[in-house]
């Protein structure tokens, strides 16, 4: 009788375990600025920081508006890129999907909203970190606007890879 109790308690106790590594970690969908400087030839790095990826959706990006609803502001056009790394110091590494059809990363213009594909999430695994990046597509300055790690559908948004 004190094996089997010893032995229910063992798969209990394993059960229990199991199931927890298995609950989903929340997405990451509220927006947060972001202000990136935009140089030509050099690709800079979101001075506002890191953000936890919960899951493998795109990434939102909203080159119209900030947070508290002022204008986006910066060059026309600047190429985004979205870094990953497993911790939130840990090197970052870019996890954005190069666009083939037009052989460039994501170019992304003021006054739209959208998703940049990446593979945060399928490289480091959910939980990672994800940074926006930038670099030049004809202009240079300070590119504002907001972006989620995580995001889910909206109207008016675009693709941008």
């Known amino acids: ?3 089997k109790k010893i032995l229910a308690i063992a798969i209990a106790t394993m059960t229990i375990t ?5 609950l989903p970690v929340s997405a990451s969908t509220t927006n947060s600025n972001f202000a990136i400087v935009i140089q030509s030839g050099k690709v800079n790095k979101d001075t506002v920081g890191v953000r936890k990826k919960a899951n493998t959706s795109s990434v939102y990006l909203n080159y119209k ?3 508290n609803g002022s204008s ?5 056009k600047f190429r985004a890129y979205v870094y990953g790394s497993a911790t939130s110091n840990g090197t970052m590494s870019d996890c954005t999907c190069y666009n083939t059809s037009i052989a460039t990363y994501p170019v992304v213009t003021r006054g739209t909203k959208g998703f940049v594909k990446q593979v945060v999430c399928e490289r480091l695994g959910r939980g990672s970190y994800a940074l926006l990046y930038g670099s030049s597509a004809g202009s240079t300055g300070i590119a504002r606007g ?3 790690p995580d995001s889910v559908s909206e109207s008016g948004t675009v693709n941008y890879n």
């Open 146 to 148: 907001c972006w989620s």
């Open 1 to 3: 009788m004190k094996f």
């Open 65 to 67: 508006n900030q947070v």
């Open 18 to 22: 199991a199931n927890l590594s298995l």
């Open 72 to 76: 986006s502001s910066g060059p026309t």
